[in-house]
């Protein structure tokens, strides 16, 4: 008697399948791998392959997917990406004037040199590729990629497994970078679903600091036929290590385009006394989900999430969020909101765990949902487990409409009930957007918010 596969476990190996045939050669030949790194790399590939093959697509029967429904991806056969003329790409809108050359580009996953610019980085810090990175760091770090906790996450390790390009971000010990920098990860868009696997990894050793934008949007291909609406699969695996009385200042920005699938993780691993800041802003893609993990690894650490997801028709926004404080004196605070029009639906899940060996914590949580349409849904979790005494925590959620009251002052002083309603869901989302470092993007992200209200 054979038996049958399930689909979320065939479907799976397919993907497998095609993240391994993106598994090919990126190294700048200026900048070769060492043979030890080489080997080590492809041992971190086939680990990964391996735990792939005893996982499965995850499904609503599974407990932190229970409010996500994956089955409109698993129609979609995705592929490989075929390279692409990058001569024929438009990156003109994306480029931020802060960041004009601190800027590394990637397409579909692949780094792009010829669309980068770094000459206003110092030579002691490096920002490039995995195949640009210098010998010393090519030795260490082993320590630091796939090394956070939860990478053997179904995703991630799909990730892992074809991983052979990254963006890199490394400050040594005492080094402060004054400009951003700006990580620019575009998709292209074909007739055939492509699947599009991105990596990043960020070291900050103690005593360093540095702003860091992560961008992803896709970008139109210059010609008459050049497609504006096919499916694609972006996943995405960010690893920060932000070590003893470091800061990093990380914004992360998702504008995919409206047919695409968004799946990303972003791990932070804090060291005693270190800053983390994370601005989250989701607009695009069909479907997306953002799985936000901080690790507290000493004492007197500070994170701050915020958020902002504005998504409209038929969207999904899932953020899913868990810091672990194992440390005393750390102090976090979170502030997610969602603006949900039509019929889209928003998941947030936020899990606070404060242990035992954690007193004199203080963390903050608050999910806020801004509802426009009796036909959008949001679910909403926030979780806070607290085995410590001497602490002070909270946690909360609020789902709301337009206040009525304040649309009719708004009008009484001559403005019209649409621009009156505009105005609410613009401020709503400012108190988020005004928190990014750069004016630019500030400015783009209110333009794009006008366009969806």
């Given at each position: 008697m054979q038996l049958s596969v399930k689909p979320e476990i065939s479907y799976l190996e397919k993907l497998l399948e095609e993240s391994s045939k993106a598994v090919s050669p990126t190294v700048a030949p200026e900048f070769p791998l060492n043979a030890k790194m080489a080997t080590w790399l492809q041992q971190v590939r086939d680990r990964a392959a391996t735990w792939v093959r005893e996982l499965s697509i995850p499904t609503k029967r599974d407990e932190e997917w229970r409010f996500t429904d994956l089955s409109a991806m698993m129609k979609l056969g995705f592929q490989a990406p075929a390279p692409v003329n990058?001569?024929?790409?438009?990156?003109?809108?994306?480029?931020?004037?802060?960041?004009?050359?601190?800027?590394?580009?990637?397409?579909?996953?692949?780094?792009?040199?010829?669309?980068?610019?770094?000459?206003?980085?110092?030579?002691?810090?490096?920002?490039?590729?995995?195949?640009?990175?210098?010998?010393?760091?090519?030795?260490?770090?082993?320590?630091?990629?796939?090394?956070?906790?939860?990478?053997?996450?179904?995703?991630?390790?799909?990730?892992?497994?074809?991983?052979?390009?990254?963006?890199?971000?490394?400050?040594?010990?005492?080094?402060?970078?004054?400009?951003?920098?700006?990580?620019?990860?575009?998709?292209?868009?074909?007739?055939?679903?492509?699947?599009?696997?991105?990596?990043?990894?960020?070291?900050?050793?103690?005593?360093?600091?540095?702003?860091?934008?992560?961008?992803?949007?896709?970008?139109?291909?210059?010609?008459?036929?050049?497609?504006?609406?096919?499916?694609?699969?972006?996943?995405?695996?960010?690893?920060?290590?932000?070590?003893?009385?470091?800061?990093?200042?990380?914004?992360?920005?998702?504008?995919?385009?409206?047919?695409?699938?968004?799946?990303?993780?972003?791990?932070?691993?804090?060291?005693?006394?270190?800053?983390?800041?994370?601005?989250?802003?989701?607009?695009?893609?069909?479907?997306?989900?953002?799985?936000?993990?901080?690790?507290?690894?000493?004492?007197?650490?500070?994170?701050?999430?915020?958020?902002?997801?504005?998504?409209?028709?038929?969207?999904?926004?899932?953020?899913?969020?868990?810091?672990?404080?194992?440390?005393?004196?750390g102090v976090t605070d979170q502030l997610y909101k969602c603006i949900v029009d039509n019929k889209a639906h928003s998941v947030f899940n936020g899990k606070v765990y404060v242990s035992q060996t954690a007193q004199l914590t203080n963390a903050a949580q608050l999910n806020r949902n801004l509802l426009l349409s009796s036909g959008g849904r949001v679910d909403t979790k926030p979780e806070l487990e607290i085995i410590a005494d001497n602490v002070q925590c909270s946690h909360g959620a609020t789902v709301s409409q337009l206040d009525d009251d304040e649309l009719f002052y708004l009008q009484s002083r001559g403005l019209s009930q649409e621009a009156s309603r505009n105005l609410l869901i613009d401020a709503f989302g400012a108190e988020i957007i005004n928190k990014l470092p750069l004016t630019s993007l500030q400015n783009i992200l209110k333009q794009c918010v006008a366009c969806k209200v």
């Open positions: 990058l001569d024929a790409l438009n990156i003109a809108p994306f480029i931020l004037p802060e960041a004009i050359n601190s800027r590394l580009v990637f397409v579909n996953g692949v780094f792009a040199p010829k669309l980068s610019s770094v000459t206003d980085i110092e030579n002691q810090i490096f920002v490039g590729n995995l195949g640009q990175l210098p010998s010393k760091y090519q030795e260490r770090v082993g320590n630091y990629l796939g090394q956070q906790p939860g990478s053997q996450e179904v995703f991630t390790s799909l990730n892992t497994s074809g991983l052979t390009d990254a963006a890199v971000v490394w400050l040594p010990k005492n080094q402060v970078v004054e400009k951003p920098i700006h990580l620019l990860f575009i998709a292209t868009q074909t007739e055939v679903p492509i699947l599009t696997q991105r990596r990043c990894l960020v070291v900050a050793e103690s005593n360093s600091s540095a702003t860091i934008v992560e961008h992803c949007v896709t970008a139109e291909v210059i010609c008459p036929e050049a497609p504006t609406s096919h499916p694609y699969l972006t996943n995405t695996v960010t690893e920060i290590w932000v070590e003893e009385n470091a800061e990093i200042n990380h914004t992360r920005v998702q504008r995919d385009a409206g047919a695409a699938f968004h799946i990303g993780k972003t791990a932070i691993a804090q060291a005693k006394n270190s800053r983390y800041t994370c601005n989250a802003i989701h607009l695009g893609a069909k479907l997306s989900r953002h799985n936000l993990e901080v690790a507290q690894m000493g004492e007197g650490t500070e994170t701050n999430l915020y958020g902002l997801a504005f998504i409209g028709n038929e969207q999904e926004a899932d953020t899913h969020s868990s810091i672990i404080l194992n440390h005393p004196h």
